[in-house]
């Protein structure tokens, strides 16, 4: 069980979107419909913020939108936001009662 | 409103064995819709899911650390915990305690706490 890959780092300006990938393979992401986000602030716990792929919890802002094609996942982020910058993780669902993680991509809000 | 805590040493000697517990409180530890799970996380890394247990005291643990790892649940206390055994370096980290959702989704975290090796 291999974690999942996100790219290191993404960068966007105020008003803009950015789209934050999670690529998985046919044991996780591409065999179940189980990804979810979580955002992430220094020194702080993870909150998360889209689950079963494009669900989003109560109280999230509906700027934050999920979506899955085959082994990807996507998390966008619509008119960025300064409160935005902060650490997203993906993780999903793996076979055998796994959970797994993406490395995490570090948003910095320009 | 539900709340998880972490509570245990936060400094373990090489080689010897890290105990924490969790104390789920605002809430039942016995819903059947929800497992309760450790997460870690090294500093300035990535998160890592170490195991999750369910209120029946079955549990799923990552293979990378199974043969370390242990964990067990107590419904009187409304608590779980996490034993690592023979420590190194390499599990310095801060370690969560979460809820996850029967559609393996993280709904609750703890705070975490931080836990060094010497």
């Known amino acids: 069980q291999s974690a999942l890959t996100q790219p290191a780092s993404v960068s966007g300006s105020p008003g803009q979107s950015i789209t934050i990938s999670c690529t998985g393979s046919s044991s996780d992401i591409g065999a179940y419909d189980y990804v979810s986000w979580n955002q992430q602030y220094p020194g702080k716990a993870p909150k998360l913020i889209i689950y079963?792929?494009?669900n989003r919890p109560s109280g999230v802002s509906t700027r934050f939108s999920g979506s899955k094609s085959g082994d990807t996942a996507s998390l966008t982020i619509s008119g960025l936001q300064a409160e935005d910058e902060a650490t997203y993780y993906c993780?999903?669902?793996?076979?055998?009662?796994?959970?797994?993680f993406g490395g995490g991509t570090k948003l910095t809000v320009l | 409103q539900l709340q998880l805590q972490e509570s245990g040493p936060g400094l373990v000697k090489s080689s010897e064995t890290l105990s924490l517990t969790c104390t789920v409180s605002?809430?039942?530890?016995?819903?059947?819709?929800?497992?309760w799970a450790w997460i870690r996380q090294p500093p300035g890394k990535g998160l890592e899911w170490i195991g999750s247990i369910f209120h029946s005291g079955s549990s799923y643990l990552n293979p990378s650390l199974m043969r370390r790892v242990n964990m067990s649940i107590d419904k009187s206390k409304s608590q779980f915990s996490l034993r690592v055994d023979s420590v190194t370096a390499a599990d310095r980290a801060v370690y969560f305690c979460?809820?996850?959702?029967?559609?393996?989704?993280?709904?609750?975290w703890g705070r975490g706490t931080l836990v060094t090796v010497s």
């Open positions: 605002g809430g039942s530890i016995r819903s059947s819709s929800s497992y």
């Open positions: 993780s999903s669902y793996g076979n055998s009662n796994f959970l797994v």
């Open positions: 979460a809820r996850i959702s029967w559609t393996w989704h993280i709904d609750l």
């Open positions: 079963d792929v494009n």
